[in-house]
């Protein structure tokens, strides 16, 4: 979280503690979430180019960042297109048919579902939305 998010969070007289510890708690899940897509992306990324494979995974990656950034400042159109893309990615994992991507495929659908049902998660967002 940013030093001025950080702040605000603690002088901020509107959010009671509880408020300000369920936004602070929304806001760990969400980071967890975009880090973890940031990291499998760049993972892909390097891959592909020690592969020789082409530039695409350049672009995903800038596409994804950016998705990731207006996630984290509080944007419903990133969230709602993030759970989208989450809930793609799992289901083919999912339908790929062997255990390894079926393991791998509940993970996407575990962070859609947080970032659509965690209460700190909702508490982070309509704070961020307001920022």
Not at 44 to 58: D, E, K, N, P
Request: include cysteine; glycine fraction near 10%.
């Amino acid at each position: 979280m940013t030093d001025s998010l950080m702040e605000s969070l603690t002088d901020t007289p509107t959010e009671t503690p509880a408020q300000a510890a369920a936004i602070r708690a929304g806001w760990t899940i969400t980071t967890v979430i975009l880090g973890a897509l940031l990291l499998t992306s760049l993972t892909s990324l390097l891959v592909t180019l020690f592969s020789g494979r082409g530039s695409a995974g350049q672009i995903r990656f800038l596409l994804e960042a950016a998705l990731c950034w207006n996630v984290y400042r509080g944007h419903g159109w990133a969230r709602a297109l993030l759970v989208l893309m989450l809930l793609g990615t799992g289901a083919l994992l999912l339908s790929a048919g062997n255990p390894f991507s079926t393991v791998l495929g509940v993970v996407p659908l575990l962070g859609a579902a947080a970032l659509c049902f965690v209460p700190q998660v909702n508490a982070y967002f309509r704070y961020a939305s307001k920022m």
